[in-house]
Nanobody
Framework: VQLQASGGGLVQAGGSLQLSCAAS????????MAWFRQTPGKEREYVST????????DYADSVKGRFTISREKGKNKIYLQMNSLKPEDTAAYYC????????????????????WGQGTQVTVSS
């Protein structure tokens, strides 16, 4: 499985960015997908996840109400719309995949995911 994430950049506090991540693998594969983030010297932090069906989503308390995760129906491509960004959102954002997804299952631990993207940097200036 290969993941390609994009959309990071530099934005002022209060601004918005949209990240995207496309996962490629065996045709017909069904993946759980999620976003995590990490800053230097800290552990990787869970941000958000979405089920294969797209019917279930989950967010870390720190981003709830500001970030929205979505996916293209029937595809292994997800988006993270980030609004009202704060300086503390500054981090490298990583897309993650868990294979053999069950339609409505979601997972919030980094240990539940098997494949990781290369990370895309988000920097929010004050």
């Amino acid at each position: 499985v290969q993941l390609q994430a994009s959309g990071g950049g530099l934005v002022q506090a209060g601004g918005s960015l949209q990240l995207s991540c496309a996962a490629s693998g065996r045709a017909g594969s069904r993946y759980n997908m999620a976003w995590f983030r990490q800053t230097p010297g800290k552990e990787r932090e869970y941000v958000s996840t979405i089920s294969w069906s797209g019917s279930r989503t989950d967010y870390a308390d720190s981003v709830k109400g500001r970030f929205t995760i979505s996916r293209e129906k029937g595809k292994n491509k997800i988006y993270l719309q980030m609004n009202s960004l704060k300086p503390e959102d500054t981090a490298a954002y990583y897309c993650a995949v868990r294979t053999n997804a069950i339609s409505t299952s979601i997972y919030t631990s980094s240990g539940d995911y098997y494949y990781w993207g290369q990370g895309t940097q988000v920097t929010v200036s004050s």
